[in-house]
Nanobody, 123 residues
Framework: QVHVVESGGGLVQAGVSLILSCTAS????????MGWFRHAPGRELESVAG????????YYADSVKGRFTISRDNAKNTMYLQMNSLKPEDTAVYYC????????????????WGQGTQVTVSS
């Protein structure tokens, strides 16, 4: 089993940057990849970005390409999401999740989820 905890959310103005962190514990050696997802009111869960734990392959949703950067620090079992040029439409609860096998960054293939951290971007 793997336990993940997100941190770094908050209330910010449009245009600024924010960085989210996700730290995993437990059977971290079995992690295949990790991902960031977000859920805004009235909208479906969206896959924002993902990264494989060993090879560093990344994925980004079109809506965040060029603005968000995902990275990982295997030694710290931590994944980061650097969010630049934030927009009001980025407002959502952001979740971190881990997959113990190849997920192709599809939400239903992720095994363990954090509690989420709220990001609110004001205009």
């Amino acid at each position: 089993q793997v336990h993940v905890v997100e941190s770094g959310g908050g209330l910010v103005q449009a245009g600024v940057s924010l960085i989210l962190s996700c730290t995993a514990s437990g059977r971290t050696s079995m992690i295949y990849d990790m991902g960031w997802f977000r859920h805004a009111p009235g909208r479906e869960l969206e896959s924002v970005a993902g990264i494989t734990w060993s090879g560093g392959t990344t994925y980004y949703a079109d809506s965040v390409k060029g603005r968000f950067t995902i990275s990982r620090d295997n030694a710290k079992n931590t994944m980061y999401l650097q969010m630049n040029s934030l927009k009001p439409e980025d407002t959502a609860v952001y979740y971190c999740a881990t997959a113990m096998s190849r997920s192709e960054f599809i939400a239903r293939r992720y095994d363990y989820w954090g509690q989420g951290t709220q990001v609110t971007v004001s205009s």
